[in-house]
Nanobody, 125 residues
Framework: EVQLVESGGDSVQAGGSLRLSCVVS????????LAWFRQGPGHEREGVAV???????SYKDSVKGRFTISKDKAKNTLYLQMNALKPEDSGLYYC???????????????????WGQGTQVTVSS
C-alpha cells in the first residue's frame, strides 16, 4: 500500500519561501507520476505541479517561475520549493501518486489514486 506524509507547511509573509516535503512509502519503482495539489478556502482542489518518471515537470500557470517540484528517489521524498509566495497561494497542500507507468503526466486529480493528508500553508500580506 502506498502511503504519503507531507510536512513543511507554515505561516509566512508574502514574498517568503517554503519547502514542502512528502515522504512516500510502499512505492518502489517510481515509474509513475507524482504531484502536488492544493485547496484554498472556498476553492476546489487544484493541481499545482507534477513530475514524471523521466523528471519532466508541469506547473499551474500562476506558480510558474516561483515553484519547483523535484524528487529524491534515494530518500523516497517528493519536494515542492515555493518562492515569492503570495496570499493566494494559501491552502492545504497535498501530495499524490499515480504509481503506474505513464507516458504523460497531467494535473488532473482523477489520475492519482494515492493521497497524503495535507500540510497547511498560510501566506499573509
Amino acid at each position: 500500500e502506498v502511503q504519503l506524509v507531507e510536512s513543511g507547511g507554515d505561516s509566512v509573509q508574502a514574498g517568503g519561501s517554503l519547502r514542502l516535503s512528502c515522504v512516500v512509502s510502499g512505492y518502489r519503482h517510481w515509474v509513475g507520476c507524482l504531484a502536488w495539489f492544493r485547496q484554498g478556502p472556498g476553492h476546489e482542489r487544484e493541481g499545482v505541479a507534477v513530475i514524471s518518471n523521466s523528471d519532466t515537470t508541469s506547473y499551474k500557470d500562476s506558480v510558474k517561475g516561483r515553484f519547483t517540484i523535484s524528487k529524491d528517489k534515494a530518500k523516497n521524498t517528493l519536494y515542492l520549493q515555493m518562492n515569492a509566495l503570495k496570499p493566494e497561494d494559501s491552502g492545504l497542500y497535498y501530495c499524490a501518486v499515480n504509481p503506474y507507468f505513464s507516458l504523460q503526466c497531467s494535473l488532473g486529480e482523477s489520475g492519482f489514486p494515492y493521497w497524503g493528508q495535507g500540510t497547511q500553508v498560510t501566506v499573509s500580506s
